[in-house]
């Protein structure tokens, strides 16, 4: 009717409906984005905090890299978790198509694609990627990039970030890390400390680490090496370049083989944690015995993981001469006479004549902005020795930024000819040379010499290294940084600080340097007397923004000494306005410094000390009237309110000198007033004051006594003390002699009652870490004698918080009276306490492989007679549960109370602990409203009590015990296990628990047990005598019945309730903690230093009126917790 139908399958390499489209997008989004990084370049490297996300992927790595035997690594991917992200789309049909425009490429360039197939070859052949023989995730293409290199001129890089048909790209689901890669700068700096300099690159770093084969899957590849081929799917075994994560994993597995191994090899060790870049080391060392070793260690510890070494290169012939020539950097040959050099974290260095240089890219004149901005880009400076001729490029840069020029837009012809000219003179960068060592050998001491200036068109710093070897002084410029101006426009003042912030940047940037080399001083120069005389002002009275400023450089110059420099001797000068490149070349105030800096510190000039009368950005405010009075001795009294009011003696010596200062300067004229920060003889004078002021309050009338050289108490005539030149009373003692400092041999007396003397033990057990009553009192003692020093130290040390969290324990209030369903009579659970135990493996069947499940033991126990009653239940749920208490109910009666508690006893470490904890929190709801319906009461205990419910972790135990010793580890099935379990009830059941008392002297004696109250007698007890044939009515065997309960009963009153009356523990009447006072919460899980505090809010006594359980205020919410998990504080 309808004519013919064709039917069947037509192929196609996707399911995806490819639709052809044409557009054009014209964006300068990525240029702004390099314009954003080469302006970043020049902020000075400050160390981040740590990211919550980077400290979860370390820990990925920590948990889940492995080693082979071999001694090589192998990690996972770390993925998002981010449930958010889309799953993987299809990205083999873009793999695809990109490799056939590679194949088109490569058919057009012979050399490049042998070089590209035999990367390939070699990838194949090395295993480092294999056919893969299951489907993958995610298709990575892959496409070459050609080098001016001589080991690799061709590297096939993996694009990592192509997106696949979910919009996201491989490297979009992989987390990069934490950046483990140091500084260039200081690498480079590290590199010129010593005289012998070796360079080395670990070969095929990436590819030497493997990755799990759980992760193969989205590392998967195309490849053929002829056109004629199929195309083929392989998986990549190790790392891959193009990844965000690989850096990361390859550098954080260096540092795990230098946890691993390196206590054998410590210099190949420091080396690699701090002069290690990518795959590049560069390390100097003092000798050349030395650099052997090093070089065999690093060669040693690098094969442990697999790895291996090339390109040697050194200023040493003889350190080369041990090391292969195929293992050495092929640009490298020290024996002809030629200069030659290398690469090394882009600085060219010379070994030869062992300097630094530049190498400039000859090219033609760029004549737009876009072409000037890629050709200053390409000057590559991290250290900043060139800094005068970059800023003269940034400036020219930000004056085309002005202009409003297009990026290309060809320059005016007064731009263009000025940048010709510049342009021209960058090759004589070539010229410059940098004497690669900067410390020479036998250096006495190093002092830091910083320089900053400023100008309209921006401003920079400079810092040199000044080294002291006998009478000569070497300089060397160790680094720089310059910032052009801000498009707003600031005033001169304004950008001098901002010079003297970035060169205080620039000097905390060399805190490595600072802990190796240890300088004797640092000295930091500026030529704006405007900025010295805010550096010397008090913040507070300064306008925000040099406020700002102010603060920040006083807390990172905390050691550093400002002087002024006249402008002409500033070496930053020229950093601030720029330099063409021919005058940078021999400009010695640049490379060396002024003059002045090889001649004795003390000859310096002065340089200028007048401010200027009127300071600019001061806040405005009323003139200050102060008024000064002297103080009496009846202040003293005051004063020590003071030290007595003050927590710590470091707080009160500065209370006291800023109070100081602020009298002396008071009656000072304007310029002999203190500012800045308080210096250390300020300090010192504020605790001799204090000490000055206890002595004549405690000791008046020994003072007294000793100036008119009369007998002393016999507590200080020992001591044979004496009034210093400060009128300090001191310890003459006998060790006049000796070696000790001054203040060593002749302490300061203090009296054991003092203020004063508490806050001193206190200092001193803290900077001795919480050290003991001795070695506090050792270490006092060099400075302060304070009479009955030890009994004051262990005073003072048992109202340590933190000593006192340690050594505390938990105490318990007396053990209250037993709970009236203890010791009334009534029926066999009628109150029952339950509890959770397991999980234990059952299985399904009899068969060998029948499946393993979970199975839990509930336990119900009668709070009178100890009764025993076990359910197997299947699973945590609340359905399991409530079948549990019915069965229970079903044979046992309704009870009136059921006892549990809240899980929070459960306090081993093991999941299936948690998980019952859990299970009775959530069930608690659902089963106290199924039990209500019947009149039972579901009752919890308080929480981290489990004395409470002892009747029941008493039976569990038990219960458990008996399990184990039955099964040995065999698995039972679900039938056999409840067998078990019914067997282990009868066996608890029939555990004694009093002598039965008897009036027949001949009869077997036999004891009390809960089968008695359950079945008459015990559960496990000989057979009974058959008695059908007795011919007794039925209401005689009933009274018989009733007789015999009733007879249990009256021995459970008289024999057993006798054996709980003891207190077997908690005997003592402990005085509970008050509402409002502080406690420390115990924790089971936790240290005693973990120990939150919390303030009791509601005590909550038992029925003996002794209070049992209080609510508890912390800082986290209020909980109700038993006193005895609180812990009072100190009194």
């Not at 995806?16 to 302006?39: G, R």
């Not at 009237?625 to 030290?643: C, N, Y």
């Not at 068969?847 to 007679?865: L, N, Q």
């Not at 008695?1012 to 019945?1041: C, M, S």
């Amino acid at each position: 009717m309808f004519g013919w139908v064709i039917v069947g399958s037509l192929p196609s390499p996707s399911n995806a409906v490819v639709t052809p489209a044409l557009s054009l997008c014209i964006t300068e989004q990525s240029l702004h984005d390099s314009v954003q990084k080469f302006w970043a370049s020049e902020e000075v490297t400050i160390e981040r905090p740590i990211n919550p996300i980077d400290e979860k992927v370390e820990a990925q790595f920590v948990e889940t890299h492995t080693r082979e035997p071999s001694g090589r690594y192998q990690v996972r991917l770390p993925f998002c978790s981010n449930p958010l992200l889309p799953p993987f789309g299809d990205s083999r049909l873009i793999a695809e198509r990109r490799w056939l425009n590679v194949e088109r490429k490569l058919r057009c360039n012979e050399s490049l694609r042998s070089a590209y197939h035999a990367f390939m070859r070699e990838f194949i052949d090395l295993g480092h990627m294999s056919p893969a023989t299951t489907p993958g995730t995610f298709v990575i293409p892959h496409f070459a990039i050609q080098r001016d290199s001589s080991t690799s001129p061709v590297r096939v890089v993996f694009d990592g970030s192509c997106r696949d048909t979910s919009g996201l790209s491989l490297n979009d689901r992989l987390l990069t890390g934490p950046s483990l890669q140091k500084d260039i700068a200081e690498i480079v700096t590290l590199f010129r400390l010593a005289p012998v300099a070796v360079t080395c690159d670990i070969e095929k770093m990436f590819r030497n680490v493997k990755v799990d084969p759980r992760d193969h899957h989205v590392q998967r590849v195309l490849y053929r090496e002829r056109e004629t081929d199929p195309l083929v799917q392989y998986e990549i075994n190790t790392l891959v370049y193009g990844l965000s994560s690989s850096p990361f994993l390859a550098q954080r597995t260096l540092q795990q083989l230098v946890a691993d191994e390196g206590a054998e090899f410590p210099l190949a060790s420091k080396a690699i944690l701090e002069c290690c870049f990518m795959d590049d080391i560069a390390y100097a060392l003092s000798d050349l015995q030395t650099a052997k070793r090093y070089k065999d260690e690093m060669v040693s510890l690098m094969r442990r993981g697999g790895f291996e070494l090339r390109k040697w290169a050194s200023n040493s012939i003889e350190l080369l001469q041990d090391i292969p020539a195929g293992h050495q950097s092929k640009l490298l040959t020290l024996t002809n006479e030629s200069n030659p050099s290398l690469h090394i974290l882009g600085v060219v260095w010379h070994p030869t004549a062992d300097h630094f240089s530049y190498r400039i890219a000859v090219g033609p004149v760029a004549n737009t902005k876009r072409s000037i901005l890629s050709q200053v880009a390409s000057i590559y400076d991290p250290i900043g020795w060139v800094s005068p001729v970059v800023f003269w490029a940034k400036a020219f840069l930000q004056e085309l930024w002005i202009q409003g020029l297009d990026w290309d837009t060809p320059l005016p012809p007064p731009l263009l000819s000025r940048w010709a000219a510049y342009a021209h003179q960058l090759p004589q960068l070539e010229n410059v040379v940098i004497p690669r060592l900067c410390l020479p050998p036998g250096c006495d001491s190093v002092q830091f010499v910083g320089m900053c200036d400023a100008s309209s068109l921006g401003f920079g710093a400079v810092v040199y290294l000044r080294c002291c070897v006998g009478t000569q002084v070497h300089m060397a410029l160790l680094k720089a940084k310059t910032k052009v101006a801000p498009l707003k426009t600031q005033t001169i003042p304004r950008l001098e600080l901002c010079a003297a912030l970035l060169l205080v940047k620039l000097i905390s940037s060399l805190s490595y340097l600072r802990s190796r080399l240890a300088p004797t001083a640092v000295y930091l120069f500026s030529d704006s007397q405007v900025v010295l005389a805010w550096l010397r002002s008090r913040p507070h009275t300064l306008k925000t923004y040099v406020a700002n400023r102010v603060v920040t450089i006083m807390e990172m110059t905390d050691h550093c000494e400002w002087r002024h420099i006249p402008t002409k001797l500033n070496a930053a000068d020229c950093a601030s306005r720029g330099l063409q490149p021919s005058e940078l070349v021999d400009y010695s105030l640049w490379w060396r410094g002024p003059d002045f800096l090889t001649e004795p510190i003390e000859s310096w000039p002065a340089g200028s000390t007048e401010f200027p009368q009127s300071l600019p950005e001061l806040k405005p405010g009323p003139p200050v009237v102060v008024a000064t009075t002297t103080a009496s001795s009846s202040s003293s009294s005051s004063f020590l309110e003071l030290i007595g009011s003050v927590s710590s003696l470091e707080r009160l010596r500065r209370v006291v000198a800023w109070v100081s200062r602020f009298c002396q300067n008071a009656r000072a004229i304007p310029a002999n007033r203190s500012l800045g920060r308080l210096q250390v003889e300020e300090l010192e004078r504020a605790l001799h004051l204090c000490v000055r002021v206890t002595q004549q309050h405690y000791f008046a009338s020994e003072l007294s006594k000793l100036d008119k050289r009369s007998t002393l108490s016999p507590a200080l005539r020992k001591l044979t003390p004496f009034l210093d030149s400060n009128c300090l009373l001191r310890v003459g003692g006998r060790l006049q002699h000796s070696t000790l400092a001054d203040h060593s041999k002749h302490p300061l007396i203090l009296p054991k009652t003092a203020p004063l003397s508490a806050l001193v033990c206190d200092y001193y057990h803290q900077i001795t870490l919480h050290g003991g009553a001795q070695v506090t009192q050792a270490t006092l003692q060099s400075k302060f004698w304070i009479l009955s020093a030890r009994s004051l130290v262990r005073k003072r040390i048992h109202r340590c918080l933190t000593c006192y969290r340690e050594t505390v324990k938990p105490t318990h209030p007396q053990m209250a009276d037993l709970p009236p369903a203890r010791v009334t009579q009534d029926r066999v659970f009628a109150d029952t306490g339950v509890d959770f135990a397991g999980p234990f493996l059952v299985k399904e069947n009899t068969s060998r492989r029948a499946r393993e499940v979970k199975a839990y033991m509930c336990i119900f126990v009668c709070t009178r007679v100890k009764a025993v009653h076990i359910e197997l239940v299947g699973s945590l749920s609340t359905a399991s549960y409530q079948a549990a208490l019915e069965r229970f109910v079903a044979r046992r009666g309704l009870c009136r109370n059921i006892f549990c508690d809240q899980g929070r006893n459960f306090v081993g470490a093991a999941r299936e602990m948690e998980e019952i904890r859990a299970f009775l929190q959530q069930t608690e709801e659902d089963v106290g409203t199924f039990l209500s319906t019947r009149n039972v009461e579901y009752r919890f205990n308080p929480p981290l009590s489990p004395w409470m419910g002892g009747l029941w972790e008493a039976a569990v135990k038990s219960a458990k015990t008996h399990l184990r010793r039955i099964t040995s580890g065999r698995l039972l099935t679900y039938e056999e296990m409840a067998t078990l379990l019914a067997r282990v009830e009868a066996v608890l059941n029939s555990r004694p628990l009093c002598p039965l008392s008897s009036t027949d002297p001949h009869a077997a004696p036999s004891c009390l047990t809960p089968g008695h109250f359950l079945v008459g007698g015990p559960l496990i007890g000989p057979p009974e005598y058959n008695l059908l044939g007795t011919k007794d009515n039925l209401l005689d065997r009933w009274q018989a019945v009733q007789r015999a309960s009733q007879e249990f009963w009256r021995s459970w009153h008289k024999d057993y309730l006798h054996t709980l009356i003891q207190r077997s523990k908690w005997s003592q009447h402990r005085e509970a903690p008050s509402v409002g006072e502080p406690v420390f919460v115990y924790g089971v899980q936790s240290r005693p230093l973990e120990w939150p505090l919390g303030i009791v809010e509601k005590l909550l006594p038992g029925a003996d009126g002794i209070p049992r359980a209080a609510d508890v205020r912390t800082a986290t919410g209020s909980y109700r917790r038993p006193v005895a998990a609180l812990v009072p504080l100190p009194k």
